[in-house]
């Protein structure tokens, strides 16, 4: 009887149906803590930011040394189209304008102008905790590039599709204008999020414009993540960003 179970098992092919190759090894996380991954991973890198932080920037002489989160690009889904990132930016910039989080201005991105980059976001000493994430940026190859109403820089999530951050320039003049507590309310909502709760004390010099605020969320293992909606006068550019 042993030998003929091995005679139908042994040297047999057979196929099965497995998770996508762009998933990697993953297990279900909730949006908290998807959230305080990516935001771990961002504060290591050289991230899309605007024009004027870039000017701005200022880097720590002694930059503190973090080895437990990475961001890198994800090899695996290197044969995943661009077409799919920017189609799932466009929906999520769809649901962001319903919810006014975004004006209705913005427009929708052009595959000829917009490059997108999958990412994974990795906790480096627990591999199954990664965030699978669409870098999103405006090609700015081209001199006076118009930039009006249009977004610069997102990530978004590769799965569902959602905006965790996103840099862009609005008719907007004047931070008075911007009601950021209701952004990020709203944008808490589409995330799947608590309600935020306001930062204190926080530094005026935290940021490269004096025009923001700051909101605590729950993160992991005790820690929090720091969502901040912000503006750049003069340029009229409105951001919301994950810590760092």
């Not at 769809?94 to 919810?99: A, G, R, T, W």
């Not at 480096?124 to 669409?134: D, H, Q, T, Y």
């Not at 959602?162 to 990020?184: P, Q, T």
């Amino acid at each position: 009887m042993a030998k003929y179970n091995d005679k139908d098992i042994l040297n047999q092919i057979r196929t099965q149906e497995t998770e996508t190759r762009t998933a990697g090894y993953r297990y279900s996380l909730n949006s908290n803590e998807k959230l305080y991954i990516l935001s771990q991973c961002l504060n290591n890198q050289i991230l899309p930011e605007s024009d004027q932080s870039a000017m701005t920037r200022v880097e720590p002489d002694y930059p503190e040394l973090k080895g437990t989160y990475a961001f890198v690009v994800n090899r695996q889904g290197a044969a995943e189209p661009e077409e799919s990132g920017i189609d799932l930016c466009n929906q999520g910039l769809q649901e962001l304008k319903k919810l006014e989080v975004l004006p209705q201005e913005i427009r929708e991105l052009k595959e000829s102008a917009y490059t997108a980059v999958l990412y994974s976001a990795i906790d480096v000493p627990e591999p199954r905790n990664n965030v699978l994430v669409w870098k999103i940026s405006l090609n700015t190859g081209k001199q006076n590039a118009n930039k009006e109403n249009r977004l610069l820089d997102a990530y978004v999530d590769a799965d569902t599709g959602k905006i965790y951050e996103f840099y862009v320039r609005v008719g907007i003049s004047a931070w008075k204008d911007v009601d950021a507590d209701k952004i990020v309310r709203s944008w808490a909502e589409y995330m799947e999020l608590e309600e935020p709760v306001e930062q204190e004390n926080t530094n005026p010099l935290a940021e490269a414009t004096p025009f923001f605020k700051k909101y605590v969320f729950e993160g992991m293992e005790g820690n929090d993540t720091v969502v901040t909606v912000g503006f750049y006068d003069g340029i009229n550019e409105l951001y919301l960003k994950v810590s760092r």
